[in-house]
């Protein structure tokens, strides 16, 4: 049915940048608000940005100005440029969607996570 895998993670250094990509099978990146989110060591799962299907866009406030959430329909893939990077970054990333369902809420689906390391 739906999956998201995501590339791009790595090692970097403070003030550096690196772009992160999620492929979507099973779901039009289009027509649905698609997220990012980050789990930090012993931390709580934060939202990171959310880019919603008329393109306006939502970020945590620690990452404004610095973060860009993008998606390409055409590849129906979801992307989150991250520049300036700081330590605090570091946060395994996690492509995101919540699909409705009648009576119930929605659906939570999930990729595998790629990992981000920020060196000082």
């Known amino acids: 049915q739906v999956q998201l895998v995501e590339s791009g993670g790595g090692l970097v250094q403070a003030g550096g940048s690196l772009r992160l990509s999620c492929a979507a099978s099973?779901?039009?990146?289009?027509?649905?608000?698609m997220n990012w989110y980050r789990q930090a060591p012993e931390k709580q799962r934060e939202l990171v940005a959310t880019?919603?299907?008329?393109?306006?866009?939502n970020y945590l406030n620690s990452v404004k100005g610095r973060f860009t959430i993008s998606r390409d329909n055409a590849k129906n893939t979801v992307n989150l440029q991250m520049t300036s990077l700081k330590p605090e970054d570091t946060a395994v990333y996690y492509c995101?969607?919540?699909?409705?369902?009648?009576?119930?809420?929605?659906?939570?689906?999930w990729g595998q996570g790629t990992q981000v390391t920020v060196s000082s």
């Open positions: 099973g779901i039009d990146v289009s027509s649905s608000a």
């Open positions: 995101n969607v919540k699909v409705p369902i009648s009576w119930s809420g929605r659906k939570d689906y």
């Open positions: 880019i919603f299907s008329g393109s306006s866009t």
